[in-house]
């Protein structure tokens, strides 16, 4: 692996200790009956999928950079695809996560448009990966 990927990949793992904490927090809300959580569907959901896809796009991360120093790209393509795949994991739970980060809020604000950008994102960089593998 390369230097780049190894110490994109050390970032990932230790950001599964954020994840981690996050869990911790959406089970604090559910056992201590937090007023704005459970009585709040939209942000339960929202802060629901922030959470299952924080934890699995860091684990799509992580295995795409083992991929990525083997795929037939440029340095500058590489290192492109690396941070767009990586950029998802982070854009798109802060999206679900601070678009409704009041208890009160029952309608996303803009901040879920980072949902998409880390969604777009995402499909540019194993776009890009993939076409380097092929």
Do not use: E
């Not at 390369?2 to 230790?14: E, F, K, M, R």
């Not at 007023?35 to 922030?50: E, I, Q, S, T």
């Not at 684990?59 to 083997?70: I, M, N, T």
């Amino acid at each position: 692996m390369s230097p780049s990927s190894l110490s994109t990949a050390g970032v990932l793992l230790i950001t599964v200790s954020g994840v981690g904490i996050g869990g911790l927090s959406l089970l604090g809300h559910i056992l201590g009956r937090i007023p704005g959580y459970l009585d709040n569907p939209v942000r339960r959901g929202l802060w629901r999928a922030g959470h299952a896809h924080a934890g699995v796009l860091v684990l799509f991360a992580l295995v795409a950079l083992l991929y990525l120093d083997h795929a037939d790209l440029s340095d500058g393509m590489r290192s492109l695809a690396r941070v767009l795949i990586v950029a998802a994991p982070i854009l798109m739970p802060l999206g679900f996560f601070l678009s409704v980060v009041r208890p009160s809020d029952t309608k996303p604000n803009k901040l879920i448009w980072l949902t998409v950008l880390g969604g777009v994102g995402l499909g540019a960089g194993t776009m890009i990966l993939g076409i380097g593998l092929v």
